[in-house]
């Protein structure tokens, strides 16, 4: 039975990617590309269509939506224009069944994996567009905030909780804020060091990805994307398949939201 789950919630997170990496496209279409004038509805445009070719915006057959075995079905491309797939597509959606087996091999509360999902679609969306055009939308930032929120007063420390105890101070709980509103200004004081070369959208971010971490895993957050974000540019330096969207700029939104995936995995293994 657990083999069955820990298969189950591995199968689910690699479906859940292919969605958001759909989603994050259709946003990306929408509202950032060349082509975003010529869609009207962009709200249809995100949450009603089908997935389609990312260049002829031709429906993706049935067996081409199935997660990592779907690329080889298309033969490596599309079935209307012909035009070769990006290894990208099997690779990510094999990360997340992977990240998804070491959740459910974790037996991973329901809650707790149910906020990965829900995070993790947020995540993808900022990682994604921020790759593309070095830009984070706030929206995705805002659901992380209020995700963030209700993990802290409604699951960690329940408000409830507060008033039957008087309302005093839960030690644990202004630990979790203080980190995170340390980084929160921290970052604030290194964009305008930088002369505001920092995107400003990295500065909420770090604060919804700490309160969603807490003490002490948010303390290695940046220090772990700024590591992510060197080996990456050290090895694209080495490497014409891996592409990067400037030399000069950094997508750090992108390597935040990898720090957090993995610091999120250290606490459902309780390595620290």
Same mark, same amino acid.
């Given at each position: 039975? &657990?083999?069955?789950?820990?298969?189950?919630? +591995?199968?689910?997170?690699?479906? !859940?990617?292919?969605?958001?990496?759909?989603?994050?496209?259709?946003?990306?279409?929408?509202?950032?590309?060349? &082509?975003?004038?010529?869609? &009207?509805?962009?709200?249809?445009?995100?949450?009603?269509?089908?997935?389609?070719?990312?260049?002829?915006?031709?429906?993706?057959? !049935?067996? +081409?939506?199935?997660?990592?075995?779907?690329?080889?079905?298309?033969?490596?491309?599309?079935?209307?224009?012909?035009?070769? /797939?990006?290894?990208?597509?099997?690779?990510?959606?094999?990360?997340?069944?992977?990240?998804?087996?070491?959740?459910?091999? =974790?037996?991973?509360?329901?809650?707790?994996?149910?906020?990965?999902?829900?995070?993790?679609?947020?995540?993808?969306?900022?990682? =994604?567009?921020?790759?593309?055009?070095?830009?984070?939308?706030?929206?995705?930032? %805002?659901?992380?905030?209020?995700?963030? /929120?209700?993990?802290?007063?409604?699951?960690?420390?329940?408000?409830?909780?507060?008033?039957?105890?008087?309302?005093?101070?839960?030690?644990?709980?202004?630990?979790?804020?203080?980190?995170? %509103?340390? !980084?929160?200004?921290? %970052?604030?004081?290194?964009?305008?060091?930088?002369?505001?070369?920092?995107? =400003?959208?990295?500065?909420?971010?770090?604060?919804?990805?700490?309160?969603?971490?807490?003490?002490?895993?948010?303390?290695?957050?940046?220090? /772990?994307?700024?590591?992510?974000?060197?080996?990456?540019?050290?090895?694209?330096?080495?490497?014409?398949?891996?592409?990067?969207?400037? &030399?000069?700029?950094?997508?750090?939104?992108?390597?935040?939201?990898?720090?957090? /995936?993995?610091?999120?995995?250290?606490?459902?293994?309780?390595?620290?």
């Amino acid at each position: 039975m &657990e083999v069955v789950l820990t298969i189950g919630a +591995g199968v689910l997170f690699a479906v !859940w990617h292919s969605f958001c990496d759909q989603l994050a496209w259709r946003i990306y279409t929408a509202y950032y590309s060349t &082509e975003r004038k010529r869609i &009207e509805n962009k709200l249809a445009f995100v949450f009603y269509s089908s997935s389609r070719c990312e260049m002829c915006m031709t429906h993706v057959p !049935w067996y +081409g939506l199935i997660p990592i075995v779907g690329y080889f079905l298309v033969n490596k491309k599309c079935t209307s224009c012909s035009r070769p /797939l990006s290894y990208r597509f099997p690779f990510f959606e094999a990360l997340a069944f992977l990240y998804g087996v070491l959740l459910g091999f =974790a037996s991973v509360h329901p809650v707790e994996f149910t906020l990965l999902l829900v995070a993790y679609a947020s995540l993808w969306v900022i990682m =994604a567009i921020d790759y593309r055009v070095l830009l984070i939308p706030l929206e995705a930032i %805002f659901v992380l905030l209020l995700l963030a /929120l209700i993990y802290l007063f409604a699951i960690r420390y329940p408000v409830w909780g507060w008033i039957s105890r008087g309302f005093v101070p839960n030690i644990d709980l202004m630990l979790d804020l203080s980190v995170a %509103f340390v !980084w929160y200004f921290l %970052f604030h004081l290194l964009r305008i060091l930088s002369g505001y070369k920092m995107g =400003a959208a990295d500065v909420p971010l770090v604060l919804a990805l700490g309160l969603l971490l807490g003490h002490p895993l948010a303390l290695f957050l940046p220090g /772990l994307a700024a590591m992510l974000a060197i080996v990456f540019y050290i090895l694209r330096r080495r490497s014409i398949l891996l592409y990067a969207p400037s &030399e000069k700029q950094i997508p750090f939104g992108v390597f935040l939201g990898m720090g957090y /995936l993995i610091l999120a995995l250290v606490r459902v293994y309780k390595f620290i």
